[in-house]
């Protein structure tokens, strides 16, 4: 496929092709009370899952969104294939401690154009992950949507450097309040910058609870 190779192919280096031999997980499978335990628990170790996982579960997802959010962009704004958006379509790999490193598509694609809106993707892929997530874990859906839009925002700052253009359906969920459903956007304007140009983040991902403040942590 042309993204593979194209100036935009750096951001979708971990969507592995659809021969790669590598085991891909369905997220189905993962959304599983039982499994996530399992997975958290040989990622971060006994003691974080029992007094932190609200913060495990918030840094979980942005693996996700990091492998999903660059291939839905890189395919339909910059080449108009429209990646299957249902939960049974995408497959995570899994390193040996559970963390995901790289994603497969377990279904086709299609054509389509290339401005359609991207409404689609938070309705049907986005919302039933975040209330998974939210219920499993204990953790805000306003976390977990804004650890989405930090790399959405980020994602579509780079593809405007490498000059994409026809961008308007990305920016638009960065600028819109109102879905056409009439519900809140919860993508809407994820991320500031202050006067010295430092980018701040609406949401915080609760990483500093663990680890630190990130560099745009809205509470460090």
Not at 143 to 160: C, H, K, P, Q, S
């Amino acid at each position: 496929m042309a993204w593979r190779s194209g100036p935009y192919a750096g951001l979708i280096e971990t969507w592995l092709a659809d021969d790669d031999p590598r085991l891909a997980v369905s997220l189905p499978e993962l959304m599983q009370p039982e499994v996530m335990d399992q997975l958290l628990l040989r990622i971060y170790g006994a003691q974080l899952l029992a007094d932190e996982l609200p913060v495990l579960v918030s840094q979980w997802s942005r693996f996700y969104f990091m492998q999903w959010l660059p291939a839905l962009l890189v395919t339909q704004l910059g080449y108009g294939w429209f990646l299957p958006l249902e939960l049974r379509a995408v497959g995570l790999v899994l390193d040996e401690r559970g963390q995901p490193t790289a994603m497969k598509m377990l279904e086709a694609g299609e054509p389509g154009e290339k401005g359609a809106s991207l409404e689609p993707w938070i309705a049907v892929n986005m919302r039933p992950l975040v209330e998974f997530l939210a219920n499993y874990g204990g953790v805000s859906p306003q976390v977990l949507w804004g650890n989405a839009g930090d790399i959405f925002e980020r994602t579509v700052r780079r593809l405007e450097a490498l000059g994409m253009t026809g961008l308007e359906p990305a920016l638009g969920i960065l600028q819109t309040r109102k879905l056409a459903d009439g519900r809140a956007n919860p993508l809407y304007a994820p991320v500031k910058y202050v006067g010295d140009g430092r980018r701040v983040l609406r949401s915080c991902c609760l990483a500093y609870r663990v680890v630190g403040p990130c560099e745009d942590c809205p509470v460090g």
